[in-house]
């Protein structure tokens, strides 16, 4: 087994910097694009698994501007949209998807991350957003309170109405 380098080497040191660099790559007044280079769109589930390094780094304003992008394109029906994008070439023009199951779930976890590091005045704010997609989520789920539908991983027709475990894992969290 190859030996593991010093928390505190250079190499360490090094890549955490270049990290840190991306993260600053990817933010824009709206939130963070999901790469520096081909994605330059907000994504809600690039946000979501990023956000416990982000808030621990201090971007608690860029987080709540990036939820806030997805707050005001909410349906009425408490549905999500998957990305945003504001790219000039437009390369997803679909922002609502009918088969992903997973953006109104994280975006749930997002906001009570927020909650969990005190950001509760954000969370109050928007707390008829949070209930609009516990309800959208709730309309989904079967009678063994699991929800079909693949996740951006998954997203093919051939997985629409399956059930798959990351979406229940997501669930459960």
């Not at 010093?6 to 939130?31: F, N, W």
């Not at 907000?42 to 939820?67: A, F, I, M, P, T």
């Not at 949209?81 to 997002?110: H, M, N, W």
């Not at 027709?157 to 475990?165: A, N, R, S, T, W």
Request: proline share 4%.
């Amino acid at each position: 087994m190859p030996k593991q380098p010093d928390s505190d080497s250079e190499e360490v040191l090094e890549k955490e910097k270049q990290a840190r660099e991306v993260i600053k790559a990817c933010r824009t007044d709206r939130g963070f694009n999901a790469s520096t280079h081909l994605y330059h769109q907000l994504w809600l589930r690039d946000l979501v698994y990023s956000e416990d390094s982000l808030l621990r780094l201090g971007y608690q304003k860029d987080v709540e501007n990036h939820l806030s992008e997805f707050i005001a394109l909410q349906r009425s029906t408490g549905q999500m949209p998957t990305v945003i994008d504001y790219s000039p070439s437009k390369v997803i023009r679909q922002r609502y998807q009918r088969c992903p199951s997973d953006a109104e779930i994280l975006f749930v976890i997002g906001m009570n991350k927020l909650v969990a590091v005190g950001c509760d005045e954000f969370f109050d704010e928007n707390l008829e957003s949070v209930k609009l997609c516990v309800a959208f989520i709730e309309n989904k789920l079967d009678s063994h309170r699991l929800i079909p539908g693949m996740d951006w991983r998954d997203a093919m027709p051939v997985y629409i109405g399956k059930y798959l475990l990351a979406n229940q894992m997501l669930l459960a969290d």
